[in-house]
C-alpha cells in the first residue's frame, strides 16, 4: 500500500465514519458504538463464533440494533455451525433483501431503518424451509419470553428412539429440528446392562448404536421425526451405514407405543410404495443405555459435519 493510499484510508476512518455516526444519532435511532456502526452502517462483518446471540437457545425476538424493530422469532432460529446466529424465516415485512456489492449474494437490512443485518442463503437444506439468514449478533437486540409465573403445568414432552448408522452423524441432524429438547446418542436392543463402545463394536452384547430425542409434540410431531430419520440415512442398507459396516449400524425404530408403531409402518409403506426396498426393523423399546461422554454432541464440539449421513428428501 503507498503512502497516498493509506492517507486516504486514515481519512476515511478519522472523518467519514464519525460524520456518518453523527448523522445516524441525529435521526433519532439508538446510538451506535464504533465496533455497531462498522457492521450496521459500512455493511461489515463480525468474526465468527464470537457474537453474544450465536448459541443463545432462549425464547423470545430478535430486533434491531439500531431501530428496535422486531425482525426473527426464536422459533425460526436453528444452529448451522456457521459462527453466527442463523434463521430460517423472518417477522413478515420485517427484512428488506438486495444484491450485495459483489453481485454474488444478497444482502439483508431491516426494513425500517436499512441497518446492515448479514446475508441470506437458499439451497443449502439445513431446515424444512431451505432458508439461512446469517445474521451478526451485533446487528441485534434480543427480548426473551417471560412465562407466567403462576402456571405450575409442566412442558409436555415426548421421546422418540432411532438407529441408522453412526449415532454422531444422526444426532447431529436432529439437533438442528425445531421443537427437538434434547438429545442423547447410546446403545439399545442388546441384553448387557450398560456396555461399553467397545464392547458394541466387538458384537457381543447385541446392542445397536441409537439416539434418543426428547421432543415437544406442540412444536413437532414424531410423524415428522421420523420422516428426517428416513431422510438423513439410507433404509435400503443392511447392517451398515456408508462406511460403517456391522450389526451395530443397522436400521431400526425403537416404538415405545402403539401410535409409534403406526406412524413408522405407514411411512414405510410411503417409501416401499415408492420403489424403496426398506429394511428398516420395528422393534418395541427396551432399556436405552447412553454411551460415553465423549460421543455426546460430538461434531457440534468439534465442529465437523457427518462423513456418513446426508440429506435427502424422500417424502
Known sequence: MNLSTRNILVLFFLIYIPLNMKAQASSGYNKLTEEESFVILQKGTEQPFTGKYYTNTEDGTYSCKQCDAALYKSSDKFDAHCGWPSFDDEIEGAIKKKTDADNRRTEILCSNCGAHLGHVFVGEQFTDKNTRHCVNSISLNFQALVLPTTSTEEKKTDTAIYAGGCFWGMEYYFNNKKG??????????????????????????????????????????????????????????????????????????????????ETSEKLI????????NVVTDLILASKFWPAEDYHQNYYDRNGNRPYCHFYQKKF
Request: aromatic letters at 12%; charged letters at 30%.
Open 180 to 261: 427437538v429438547l434434547s438429545t442423547r446418542v447410546g446403545y439399545i436392543g442388546g441384553y448387557k446392562d450398560n456396555p461399553s463402545y467397545e464392547e458394541v463394536c466387538m458384537h457381543t452384547t447385541g446392542h445397536i448404536e441409537a439416539i434418543e430425542v426428547v421432543f415437544d409434540p406442540t412444536i413437532i410431531s414424531y410423524e415428522k421425526l421420523t420422516k428426517l430419520f428416513f431422510e438423513i440415512h439410507d433404509p435400503t442398507q443392511v447392517n451398515r451405514q456408508g462406511p460403517d459396516v456391522g450389526e451395530q449400524y443397522k436400521s431400526a425404530i425403537f416404538y415405545k407405543n402403539d401410535e409409534q408403531k
Open 269 to 276: 409403506k410411503i417409501l416401499k410404495d415408492k420403489g424403496l
